[in-house]
């Protein structure tokens, strides 16, 4: 493999300025080589990239130099062939045009490179204090749960402790909260050990309060069946935060997949990218799902109130479906105590030896025959 080769076959994963091969070997007799990414945002993910790469039958691997290259002297030089200072050209240069904002091959060999959010200006909206909320929040409580899974089962933790009279609101990554009835019962629940390991933050409510995460779904579409892994997913969500669940609609379909993330980033997610394997390359489409809330489970008091209520209805309709068909049955209704049921022996045995007694010995007359055919 020459340096062109290997130019071309990492400009797939980001964009190469420089590739070299040189001529002598490593300590351990190997060829390695030096390739210059320019516009790289995540330094471990293009390292992670890079090793999943073949070349023939040899497998790539890639790491960060020991020796980085210091910048660019730009202070060599700095008197002209006049005698006058370079960078006073410069400064008045920059006071009196305006700092292009393109990303040139030039301004990024410099240095002068400007991230999106200078190239996009976006108009701001201003609010004023007309706009403030002014509701009382004296009794209420901001909780950061450890566990993002505990948040659908928080109230019934709550009613279990004896906060039954508490109204949780959500807002936003693992943040919650909890409005109570009375100052008595914040401050018992402010005093509860129990509730300490179910929450890693308790403070006071309060409208300067923000918060510098949340968590989003993503629908992730393009991935092949082939890379269809917990892996890759794990890989995707790592693009904006942290993985915290996938849809258990498993081996439904294979078309899409939603992934539940949480992340820092303040802007809705919706991109596409390409993910290499092997050589292969594959576009990714990722689309913020909005309109997520976590559901709060109520606790087992309904529940238990509705099993009863449906255990007392059908016994109800059965008694009045029994007392209407006591009159149009033969069949007797099953005895309840034991007196009954020796009752009812007594009178079936009486029963039946009535009906033995009434039952003729000769019903067709067969014994008067024989004997006239004996005469």
Same mark, same amino acid.
């Given at each position: 493999?020459?340096?062109?080769?290997?130019?071309?076959?990492?400009?797939?994963?980001?964009?190469? +300025?420089?590739?070299?091969? $040189?001529?002598?070997?490593?300590?351990?007799?190997?060829?390695?080589?030096?390739?210059?990414?320019?516009?790289?945002?995540?330094?471990?993910?293009? +390292?992670?990239?890079?090793?999943?790469?073949?070349?023939?039958?040899?497998?790539l691997h890639a790491n960060l130099?020991?020796?980085?290259?210091?910048?660019?002297?730009?202070?060599?030089?700095?008197?002209n062939d006049n005698g006058v200072?370079?960078?006073?050209?410069?400064?008045?240069?920059?006071?009196?045009?305006?700092?292009?904002?393109?990303?040139?091959?030039?301004?990024?060999?410099?240095?002068?490179?400007?991230?999106?959010?200078? !190239?996009?200006?976006?108009?701001?909206?201003?609010?004023?204090?007309?706009?403030?909320?002014?509701?009382?929040?004296?009794?209420?409580?901001?909780?950061?749960?450890?566990?993002?899974?505990?948040?659908?089962?928080?109230?019934?933790?709550?009613?279990?402790?004896?906060?039954?009279?508490?109204?949780?609101?959500?807002?936003?990554?693992?943040?919650?909260? !909890?409005?109570?009835?009375?100052?008595?019962?914040?401050?018992?629940?402010?005093?509860?050990?129990? !509730?300490?390991?179910?929450?890693?933050?308790?403070?006071?409510?309060?409208? #300067?309060?923000?918060?510098?995460?949340?968590?989003?779904?993503?629908?992730?579409?393009?991935?092949?069946?082939?890379?269809?892994?917990?892996?890759?997913?794990?890989?995707?969500?790592?693009?904006?935060?942290?993985?915290?669940?996938?849809?258990?609609?498993?081996?439904?379909?294979?078309?899409?997949?939603?992934?539940?993330?949480? &992340?820092?980033?303040?802007?809705?997610?919706?991109?596409?990218?390409? &993910?290499?394997?092997?050589?292969?390359?594959?576009?990714?489409?990722?689309?913020?799902? $909005?309109?997520? +809330? $976590?559901?709060?489970?109520?606790?087992?008091?309904?529940?238990?109130?509705?099993?009863?209520?449906?255990? +007392?209805?059908?016994?109800?309709?059965?008694?009045?479906?029994?007392?209407?068909?006591?009159? #149009?049955?033969?069949?007797?209704?099953?005895?309840? &105590?034991?007196?009954?049921?020796?009752?009812?022996?007594?009178?079936?045995?009486?029963?039946?030896?009535?009906?033995?007694? !009434?039952?003729?010995?000769?019903?067709?007359?067969?014994? #008067?025959?024989?004997?006239?055919?004996?005469?």
């Open positions: 493999m020459c340096a062109k080769d290997l130019w071309h076959t990492c400009k797939q994963y980001g964009q190469v +300025v420089d590739a070299y091969i $040189p001529n002598r070997r490593s300590k351990a007799g190997k060829r390695f080589g030096f390739v210059r990414f320019i516009k790289v945002f995540d330094v471990e993910r293009l +390292v992670n990239n890079l090793c999943t790469v073949w070349v023939g039958s040899h497998k130099p020991r020796f980085q290259r210091g910048p660019l002297n730009k202070h060599s030089n700095s008197h200072k370079r960078g006073n050209l410069g400064d008045a240069h920059n006071n009196n045009v305006v700092k292009s904002t393109s990303n040139s091959y030039v301004n990024v060999v410099k240095g002068s490179q400007y991230s999106k959010e200078d !190239m996009v200006s976006t108009p701001a909206l201003v609010l004023d204090d007309s706009c403030l909320n002014l509701k009382d929040y004296s009794l209420c409580l901001f909780g950061k749960v450890k566990d993002f899974t505990s948040l659908s089962n928080l109230k019934v933790v709550l009613v279990n402790e004896g906060f039954c009279n508490i109204k949780i609101k959500y807002m936003g990554g693992y943040w919650v909260m !909890m409005e109570f009835q009375s100052e008595e019962a914040k401050n018992s629940f402010q005093i509860n050990t129990v !509730m300490g390991t179910w929450f890693s933050q308790i403070q006071q409510a309060s409208c #300067d309060f923000t918060t510098d995460e949340r968590v989003i779904w993503v629908e992730i579409e393009g991935i092949p069946i082939k890379m269809w892994s917990e892996n890759t997913f794990n890989r995707i969500a790592s693009k904006w935060g942290v993985l915290l669940d996938v849809d258990d609609q498993e081996d439904k379909y294979f078309h899409s997949k939603r992934i539940c993330i949480n &992340t820092k980033i303040t802007t809705n997610v919706f991109e596409s990218f390409k &993910t290499i394997y092997r050589g292969k390359v594959v576009w990714v489409r990722a689309k913020e799902v $909005p309109g997520w +809330v $976590p559901n709060f489970v109520e606790g087992y008091e309904e529940e238990s109130d509705s099993d009863v209520d449906s255990e +007392v209805e059908p016994n109800a309709g059965d008694s009045n479906n029994v007392e209407d068909l006591e009159g #149009d049955s033969d069949v007797d209704a099953v005895p309840e &105590t034991k007196f009954e049921e020796e009752q009812y022996k007594h009178n079936s045995e009486e029963d039946s030896v009535g009906q033995k007694v !009434m039952q003729s010995e000769d019903p067709f007359n067969l014994y #008067d025959l024989l004997k006239k055919s004996d005469k």
